[in-house]
């Protein structure tokens, strides 16, 4: 009896394995069919269709969704928007946006906000990304504008603040007052806060605590008077964003700094205190570059002239040095003197010299960045320059430029000895001498 039993299990596990899994049946032909569908749907949009390809393997809910709701759902989105990119920019950002319930809530609710038509896009996307985010309502977002219109905000002010900061609808009264209560408690007037907070929203979003009282704290300690403090937030209310110790730092590179008088008065023009910030903003450029810290500190000691050039020239110097030239970033720590220079008079002629010798291969050797920035313009110009006459235009530095002789012309003359007239006791000795000779 127990081996029948066991005949029996075994032969039932075995037809059961034999058995190919029978699984539900989808039609490939309808999800293909709406997928096509849906992807023209898109491109009447303004999508770009390469993209949508890869747009809905990362958003497959949007394949799975029904033709009709996501129909309504950019319908709705066009309708907040006219602009050609105000729905794909939306939508790449917070694929989730394409939501039915949500976005008739917020159709029914964008009204009560009180933007015009004229309000800019970003405006409207960055309140709807928050705000499906976070699960807010248009009641929420009112709230917050009336709240900001308590505090005395223009409406410039208040719109600034929704399209750089939109998290400020994320925010209570309490937490909204705690930087108004701030600024006023450094000394800056009442009638100023609004002007400083429609050129840096940002303010909005930083601690009070663990941020803003513990930077003007080490101002302080830096040696800064108050009043010193105050006017530079009110010039310039970026440098709140600044981390703790930056500043410190790039003070103390100023003060260590080893270079010629009329560099370092030019850089301390306008005080040390924007003199830091100046360099804490050339160490970001740096760094967002892909230099470290370390090394970008390295390179404005040794090469404080950075420090006078306009961040843009920075950024083309840079752009022009990795794009153009092919050298890598890493390559300024060893010559900085490259930022330092002049770039149209002395980094894009030499380059266009050296590259118009190299097509030619009339450079045997590798010209490194060291040659092109560390040679003076005499030696360059006798080095590859001068021996090539087809680069005398390229070059443009001596071309048609008369070099001036180390003395006046004519000056010669008066160095030559005096002429005596020869007497006849000299034309005798001469004689004399001549018969000897002989």
């Not at 096509?36 to 269709?49: D, T, V, W």
């Not at 009442?190 to 930077?215: A, Q």
């Not at 008065?265 to 967002?288: N, P």
Request: proline residues 5%; contains cysteine.
């Amino acid at each position: 009896m127990a081996f029948r039993i066991i005949t029996k299990t075994l032969y039932l596990s075995k037809s059961i394995n034999s058995t190919p899994f029978q699984g539900p049946k989808f039609s490939s032909t309808i999800c293909s069919t709406n997928s096509n569908q849906i992807s023209k749907l898109f491109e009447r949009y303004g999508f770009p269709p390469s993209d949508l390809d890869n747009f809905f393997k990362k958003n497959q809910f949007l394949l799975n969704s029904s033709f009709s709701n996501v129909e309504s759902c950019l319908k709705i989105l066009y309708l907040f928007s006219p602009s050609n990119n105000f729905v794909p920019s939306i939508v790449y950002n917070c694929p989730r946006v394409l939501d039915l319930t949500f976005l008739k809530n917020w159709e029914l609710g964008i009204s009560k906000l009180g933007f015009s038509n004229d309000s800019s896009f970003t405006l409207i996307q960055n309140i709807l990304e928050v705000s499906r985010k976070f699960e807010l309502y248009p009641d929420n977002v009112l709230h917050c504008i009336e709240c900001l219109k308590d505090f005395r905000y223009s409406s410039a002010t208040i719109t600034r603040v929704l399209e750089d900061f939109p998290m400020i609808i994320t925010m209570n009264e309490e937490q909204i007052y705690a930087k108004i209560e701030f600024l006023l408690g450094i000394g800056i007037h009442r009638s100023k806060i609004d002007s400083l907070i429609y050129s840096f929203p940002g303010i909005l979003g930083f601690g009070v605590k663990n941020k803003l009282k513990p930077l003007i704290s080490e101002f302080t300690e830096m040696g800064f008077r108050p009043n010193e403090i105050r006017e530079e937030i009110i010039r310039n209310p970026r440098i709140l964003s600044s981390e703790l110790g930056e500043l410190s730092k790039c003070l103390r590179l100023l003060n260590s700094l080893k270079c010629r008088v009329p560099i370092k008065e030019k850089i301390f023009k306008e005080g040390a205190f924007r003199a830091s910030y100046e360099v804490k903003l050339r160490i970001d450029c740096l760094h967002k570059h892909g230099l470290a810290y370390r090394d970008a500190f390295s390179i404005l000691w040794r090469e404080p002239r950075v420090i006078l050039y306009d961040l843009k020239e920075i950024d083309k110097k840079i752009n022009f040095l990795i794009n153009t030239m092919k050298f890598d970033i890493i390559c300024l720590v060893e010559v900085p003197e490259y930022l330092g220079v002049h770039f149209e008079k002395q980094i894009v002629p030499r380059y266009n010299v050296i590259e118009h010798l190299r097509s030619k291969g009339g450079i045997g050797d590798e010209v490194g960045l060291r040659s092109l920035v560390k040679f003076s313009r005499l030696r360059f110009y006798n080095l590859y320059v001068k021996p090539y006459p087809d680069c005398e235009k390229i070059y443009g530095r001596f071309e048609n430029v008369k070099v001036r002789t180390r003395y006046p012309e004519g000056l010669w003359k008066l160095f030559q000895p005096p002429k005596y007239p020869n007497s006849k006791e000299d034309l005798k000795n001469i004689k004399s001498f001549m018969e000897q000779l002989r």
